[in-house]
């Protein structure tokens, strides 16, 4: 994508003067009215009569209404992009009140009117997931927030690196860095986030097994490592938006449901594969511990045979999944 020339914002670092500008129009304003009226009263040539109800209905009904426009107030943590006649005149991003071009337009293409609340509509499919992004953002009239906000991405149903269908949900905290990136280089920034956040989440999901029996790197062994990877996805896709992620974090993992039963059959064989390996391995000291030290304290003297014997029953009552039933032999084993 080709960088417009709005690729970096003009942040408008001017004294807040509003309160002064404003105190200063309503005195002009009241006194323009009072001289307009008096002209009619007063005893003055008719040419000055004129041209005092001239300039006073100009300033008192036409110019001061106008600068009354010129006055913005900028709350914490919100900016408002300006434009003059098409082009970008700058954006307020310091709390204040200001005066600026009374002919200046505020522009914001992810809302229209004051408190518009952006929640798109999720189609649901029959396996249970949603494709389409979700988010609840309050935004105001006009300006754009500053604040770090929420982006709810739904569970949404994606193939793993082994193929394996899986539905995972992500949430994704940012907020706006450029304004000029955010309002003039895309068309609803709000919205391309969204996009976004699916396209990444799919690129990063399918790069990762769910899980993995070795060390190597999974969605549910290691979702630090994963997270960081969706951020830094996301953060190259949305740089142009003049957006920043903040953090990027996996809320929902599972299976799908065509396929969870058997996942699940595989983890329990798994499971059980490695306690019984673990229960083999400590059953096999225990016999050579026990051999051992049957032999350096000379109890008994065992030929082959009978070790190999030995060896059998011990294994077995340590491997068992059951309590073993000993058999008492009264009479002699020759």
């Not at 970096?8 to 002009?28: D, P, T, W």
């Not at 001289?35 to 001239?54: E, K, N, Y």
């Not at 010129?70 to 900016?79: D, H, Q, S, T, Y």
């Not at 014997?309 to 011990?314: P, Q, R």
Request: glycine share 6%; with cysteine.
């Amino acid at each position: 994508m080709n960088d417009s020339v709005y690729s970096q914002e003009k942040v408008l670092n001017r004294k807040a003067n509003g309160m002064a500008v404003l105190i200063l129009n309503s005195v002009l304003i009241l006194l323009s009215i009072f001289f307009f009226v008096s002209a009619f009263a007063w005893d003055i040539p008719l040419v000055l009569r004129v041209l005092l109800l001239i300039v006073t209905a100009i300033y008192g009904f036409v110019v001061g209404p106008i600068l009354f426009g010129g006055l913005k107030v900028i709350k914490p943590n919100e900016a408002l992009v300006l434009t003059l006649f098409g082009k970008y005149y700058g954006t307020l991003k310091h709390d204040g009140f200001y005066f600026v071009n009374p002919f200046v337009t505020a522009i914001n293409p992810a809302t229209a009117s004051e408190g518009t609340t952006m929640t798109p509509k999720t189609e649901a499919k029959s396996d249970g997931a949603k494709a389409v992004t979700s988010y609840s953002i309050q935004l105001p009239k006009k300006k754009i927030s500053l604040k770090a906000m929420t982006l709810n991405n739904d569970r949404q149903k994606i193939n793993d690196a082994l193929g394996n269908p899986i539905i995972i949900g992500v949430v994704v905290i940012w907020k706006v860095v450029d304004t000029a990136k955010a309002v003039f280089n895309v068309d609803n920034y709000v919205d391309y986030l969204s996009i976004q956040c699916d396209s990444a989440l799919r690129n990063v999901v399918r790069l990762f097994p769910y899980d993995s029996e070795d060390d190597e790197k999974s969605l549910r062994g290691s979702s630090t490592e994963v997270a960081h990877d969706l951020m830094e996805e996301l953060q190259s896709k949305v740089e142009v938006a003049g957006l920043e992620i903040v953090e990027a974090r996996i809320t929902h993992l599972s299976y799908a449901p065509e396929i969870a039963a058997a996942m699940l059959q595989r983890q329990q064989a798994s499971a059980i594969i490695a306690a019984r390996q673990k229960i083999v391995e400590g059953a096999v000291g225990m016999v050579e511990m026990a051999l051992e030290q049957l032999s350096r304290n000379n109890v008994v003297e065992l030929d082959e045979e009978r070790k190999a014997a030995m060896v059998s029953n011990l294994l077995v009552v340590l491997c068992g999944n059951r309590d073993a039933q000993p058999i008492v032999n009264s009479g002699s084993i020759y």
